[in-house]
């Protein structure tokens, strides 16, 4: 079994920023591929950004290419999400989840392929 839980959101201004964190227990960290996802009332829960088992490979949706940027630190268990330039459509709950799927190169944006999710963290983009 895996807990994850996030911390990090708030309410920020737009053009603000936001450091959102993602730490995990109960099963070895550095061989599961994280990735966050965001869920806005009224929609889908949607891919935001991905990161493999050493951090060497990373993924994002074209949404928040070039303003957000997912890195991980296996020695803390944490992976973290920066949000800069935010905009009132990245409101939403995001949260992360765990993929255990044996392979070190491995991102994914499809949130059936992932194992464990943790309870979400609201961020408020508005001014």
């Known amino acids: 079994q895996v807990q994850l839980v996030e911390s990090g959101g708030g309410l920020v201004q737009p053009g603000g920023s936001l450091r959102l964190s993602c730490t995990a227990s109960?099963?070895?960290?550095?061989?599961?591929?994280m990735g966050w996802f965001r869920q806005a009332p009224g929609k889908e829960r949607e891919f935001v950004a991905a990161?493999?088992?050493?951090?060497?490979?990373?993924d994002y949706a074209d949404s928040v290419k070039g303003r957000f940027t997912i890195s991980r630190d296996n020695a803390k268990n944490t992976v973290y999400l920066q949000m800069n330039s935010l905009k009132p459509e990245d409101t939403a709950v995001y949260y992360c989840?765990?993929?255990?799927?044996?392979?070190?190169?491995?991102?994914?944006?499809?949130?059936?392929?992932?194992?464990?999710w943790g309870q979400g963290t609201q961020v408020t983009v508005s001014s």
């Open positions: 989840a765990a993929d255990f799927r044996p392979s070190p190169l491995l991102v994914s944006r499809s949130k059936h392929e992932y194992d464990y």
């Open positions: 109960g099963r070895t960290f550095s061989t599961s591929a």
């Open positions: 990161i493999s088992w050493s951090g060497g490979r990373t």
